[in-house]
C-alpha cells in the first residue's frame, strides 16, 4: 500500500534549522509532483513547498528565501530544508503526492519553534 513517512521534525529555537525527510513507498514516486503542508493549531492546512516531477519548485510567500524543497527519485525521498526558523512556523508538517486523480498523505511531523 501506498505510504508517506515524514520524518525530522522536533523543538527547535528561533533561527535554527531543521530538515524534514518524506520517505514514499508503493507510488511510481517519479510522476508524483511532492508538496510539503503545515498546519498550525485552530488554523488551515496549508501548501509550504512544492517540487513538480520535473524539479520544479514553488513556496508560500513566508517561507520564500528561508525553505528549500528537494527530492531524491532514486530514493524516493522528498526533503524539506528550513533555515531561519520562526515561532510563527510551528505546526505539524505533512508531507503529500499527487498525481492526477491521486493524492495522498503522511502522518506528519511536529515542528516546534520557541525558545
Known amino acids: 500500500q501506498v505510504q508517506l513517512v515524514e520524518s525530522g521534525g522536533g523543538l527547535v529555537q528561533p533561527g535554527g534549522s531543521l530538515r524534514l525527510s518524506c520517505a514514499a513507498s508503493?507510488?511510481?514516486?517519479?510522476?508524483?509532483?511532492m508538496g510539503w503542508y503545515r498546519q498550525a493549531p485552530g488554523k488551515q492546512r496549508e501548501l509550504v513547498a512544492h517540487?513538480?516531477?520535473?524539479?520544479?519548485?514553488n513556496y508560500a510567500g513566508s517561507v520564500k528565501g528561508r525553505f528549500t524543497v528537494s527530492r531524491d527519485n532514486a530514493k524516493n525521498m522528498v526533503y524539506l530544508q528550513m533555515n531561519s526558523l520562526k515561532p510563527e512556523d510551528t505546526a505539524d508538517y505533512y508531507c503529500?503526492?499527487?498525481?492526477?486523480?491521486?493524492?495522498?498523505w503522511g502522518q506528519g511531523t511536529q515542528v516546534t519553534v520557541s525558545s
Open positions: 503529500n503526492a499527487g498525481y492526477s486523480s491521486y493524492n495522498y
Open positions: 508503493g507510488i511510481m514516486f517519479s510522476i508524483y509532483a
Open positions: 517540487i513538480t516531477r520535473a524539479g520544479s519548485t
